[in-house]
């Protein structure tokens, strides 16, 4: 059975089609100092976290995070410096350290637990933990952080 068809873009041939740089204002910053400042995150991250600063540390890798084209590398040094605040957490202090999080900075966790949860085999971070996170970060911020995470097309 020939499946061709399928592979064609509809979309070019459509004048009301929108692209990505379209719906969004793209990341101004060159992909290249994208990925310097996450790996300069990525450092501030481990003395952070280096002093027990949880709070300080999410807040570091989760403001201006990566996002749109071209920057795939920060994107993965981002997601993984969280995935290592995310492990070292304790469950008893994460609704403490989500409630000190501005309402942006919750959404773009959110983000993130979910691009987690999207990795094959979850990545290097057990299920259990990023469902915690996903749990509690519902709660002090309520179903819109999940009504926004999903309908925001800025991909971390």
């Not at 999410?58 to 040094?77: D, F, Q, R, S, W």
């Amino acid at each position: 059975m020939d499946n061709s068809f399928r592979k064609i873009d509809i979309d070019i041939y459509d004048e009301d089609a929108l692209r990505d740089d379209e719906i969004y204002e793209t990341d101004p910053r060159d992909p290249a100092e994208v990925l310097e400042d996450a790996k300069q995150r990525q450092g501030a991250v481990r003395s952070l976290l280096a002093k027990n600063d949880i709070p300080g540390a999410l807040t570091v890798v989760l403001e201006n995070a990566p996002y749109g084209a071209n920057v795939e590398e920060a994107k993965m040094i981002t997601l993984q410096s969280l995935l290592t605040i995310l492990n070292t957490t304790k469950s008893t202090e994460i609704t403490g350290v989500v409630k000190s999080l501005s309402p942006d900075t919750q959404d773009t966790l959110m983000k993130y637990i979910y691009k987690g949860m999207a990795m094959p085999g979850w990545g290097d971070i057990s299920g259990s933990v990023l469902l915690g996170w996903h749990e509690k970060l519902t709660e002090v911020a309520g179903v819109g952080c999940i009504v926004r995470t999903m309908t925001d097309r800025r991909i971390v």
